[in-house]
């Protein structure tokens, strides 16, 4: 996970939204992922975008990616509790392999 | 539609020992990826298979070994345990189209503890 960094924590009162970066460094990724892992579980595919696209919404997510530079961010409208989770940026380097960042944990708080 | 799964949930081993772990991938899907996730870190890259055979690997000793079957299933086999290969196992599936990076979706994980 060291060609792709993100902050540790993020704290946000219910309701708000929430924005989460990421920096990658291999700009020949065709797709870049987020995932959602809560605890003691396994990684849930939440948006991807593709690497010609510069935004990307699905419902309460959007996608930002500056491919200049290489900065991707995820915004959660209106945030609630069960979006508490470890977020984890994806690139995607070769053909095969996923190479993740370090995972911000987002704290919703009443 | 079925997922991908793993077995076992959880695994206690000792130094020395072996250990083999499974993953069946989504319906549909024909290639697997094994990861390994350390307490606090990200996802991890180990192998990944298709069409029964190790096509790429990541930084990881030749104690990992992995196996395909013909019917897309998968092993990841871990020999000598170390009490650093105590970690999440995560194995992802995809469908190979011939794109760059099929989306991989992940089973729920295989937590292995070495003592």
């Known amino acids: ?110 | 539609d079925a997922g991908v799964t793993q077995s076992p949930t959880h695994l206690i081993k000792t130094r020395g020992q072996q250990v083999t772990l499974r993953c069946s991938p989504k319906s549909g899907h024909d290639t697997v990826s094994w990861y390994q996730q350390a307490l606090g870190q990200g996802p991890q890259f180990i192998f990944q298979y298709y069409e029964e055979e190790e096509r790429q690997r990541g930084n990881f000793p030749d104690r990992f070994s992995g196996h395909q079957f013909p019917n897309y299933s998968s092993e990841l086999n871990v020999n000598a345990l170390l009490l650093g290969d105590s970690a999440l196992y995560l194995c992802a599936s995809s469908l190979e189209q011939g794109l760059s990076t099929d989306t991989q979706y992940f089973g729920p994980g295989t937590r292995l503890t070495v003592l």
């Open chain 1, 1 to 110: 996970g060291e060609d792709v960094e993100q902050s540790l924590f993020l704290s946000v009162r219910e309701g708000d939204s929430s924005v989460i970066n990421c920096t990658y460094t291999d700009s020949s990724s065709t797709y870049l992922y987020w995932y959602k892992q809560e605890p003691g579980a396994g990684l849930q595919l939440l948006t991807y975008i593709f690497s010609n696209m510069d935004m990307k919404q699905d419902q309460r997510l959007t996608v930002l990616l500056n491919k200049k530079d290489k900065h991707l961010s995820l915004r959660i409208a209106d945030t609630q509790t069960g979006d508490s989770a470890i977020y984890f940026c994806a690139e995607s380097p070769n053909d095969y392999k996923l190479s993740f960042g370090a995972g911000t944990t987002v704290t919703v708080r009443a």
